[in-house]
């Protein structure tokens, strides 16, 4: 076991980086262009993090008894999410109050699955983990998210193209 995880600070770095925009759907005192543009900023990351977590940090703990249950359960709370996410793209903002009701409710569901994840999920994940396992999980993780790449090269302070090239 070791005390630094790359995959799990990753992890953590992107629910850090939503957690502005869930806060702002939340926030009744803002108007509803400035709700609905926290909801377009949120979804590209939102989408993008949760289908790599599936292809990698899932598939992974799907392999190990003891994070099997976790690992279900995520991939239930991602398609339910998932519907919500339709619903509110498919819905107009016509109907203002309804919109931001559900949006408001998206958020609240979105910001406990990630306090549970972060309190529960990642550090079982993480007390698992062996170095040789933390840096191939997290390179397969980061590999297609410029955003996570910035991120990692600025914390070990080297290029995004030398990390590029690592990865």
Known sequence: MFFASKLIDTLRDEHELMSYSIENIQDKSLDIEETKKS??????ILES????????VYRYMLADP???????????EHHLIDLLVSELKLS??????KWR???EVFASLLKRYIEIEEQEVLPAIKRLLTNET???LCKRYV?????????????????????????
């Open 101 to 103: 009701t559900r949006a």
């Open 66 to 76: 003891s994070l099997k249950d976790y690992a279900l359960a995520g991939l239930e």
């Open 49 to 56: 993090h949760n289908q790599r977590k599936e292809d990698v």
């Open 143 to 167: 590999r297609d998210n410029p955003v996570a790449r910035k991120k990692i090269a600025r914390k070990n302070r080297v290029s995004t193209a030398t990390l590029n090239h690592r990865l």
């Open 92 to 97: 107009t903002v016509g109907s203002t109050q």
């Open 134 to 136: 933390d840096e191939y």
């Open 39 to 44: 909801f377009d900023e949120l979804i590209p």
